[in-house]
């Protein structure tokens, strides 16, 4: 993937600029960080992150030098390395199941993000672990939003719960999570209703929804591209719906990866998968040591 090429590039100048140096002193990281600083925000990262970033990179990289044997450059590479894992959450957050019964997991986004796809992906990946799948469909708006969940259950064989686009989206949940139960799926992964833009429509029909299934997840998708939008939109959903992580899609386009980077640190909540393509196949875990391995190139 292309994402993080420009950002590799920046980083890989950066370095060489600091091979001739014996210790990093705060004058000659100066120049060095506003390029990281540049490079970061080129990469569409939401700027208090940034700014957050370089200051707690500066006072680790201060004074470094007094390993014998090993370039400044190098150890540099190893503090914004270990900064990038923290900052995007430190290690893998897996999905948690539920104790008992099937595990609920709804799913939220606006719309054309890629939401209904991550489902089909999501339904594939639990169904590889073994797990049994059903997935319900809510989206009572969306003309082609059922068609599309029945051609993805399809395709991953996966059934799924639907129930027509003249009843509450909270009514089908509830009657596809009985027939769930009835069923003994071990994952329900629920698919709402898009729209454009946040309002208060969609967010008290998701509570709606959330407070009737009492899911064990609640993730909401995310679309890479957005960038610094991507970030403040998963802070909006996780202080009004509350919500337990995020998907980030279309990291295989040409996004600049930011959203990657801001997501946890602007909410709290972390980036749980990442979608690299239409295909069903196309959803990775998110690791954070990967990715900053992928983003220093
Ligand atoms: P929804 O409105 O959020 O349910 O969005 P859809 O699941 O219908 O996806 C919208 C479009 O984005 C479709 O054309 C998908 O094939 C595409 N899409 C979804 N996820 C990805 C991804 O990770 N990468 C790319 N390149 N396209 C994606």
Known sequence: SAVFDNLSTNLEAIWTKLRNQDVLTRENVKEPMQDIRRALLEADVSLPVVRKFVKSVTEKA?????????????????????????????????????????????????????????????????????????????????PAAIDQLLTLGRQVDAPVFEAGKN??????????????????????????AGRLQVDKAMMNELKEVKSTVNPTEVLLVVDAMTGQEAASLVAAFNLELGITGAILTKLDGDSRGGAALSVKEVSGKPIKFVGEGEGMTALEPFYPDRMASRILG
């Open 167 to 192: 009843i509450k989206p909270a009514e089908i949940a509830r009657r596809g999570l009985t027939e769930a139960k009835k069923q003994k799926i071990d994952v329900v992964i629920i698919d709402t």
């Open 62 to 142: 201060i004074g470094i030098g007094v390993i014998k044997g090993v370039r400044p450059d190098q150890q540099l590479v190893k503090v914004v390395n270990d900064e990038l894992v923290s900052l995007m959450g430190g290690s893998r957050a897996e999905i948690e199941f539920a104790k008992g019964g099937p595990t609920v997991i709804l799913m939220a986004g606006l719309q054309g993000v890629g939401k209904t796809t991550a489902c089909g992906k999501l339904a594939l990946y639990f169904k590889k672990k073994g797990k049994s799948v059903m997935m319900v469909a809510t989206d009572i708006y969306r």
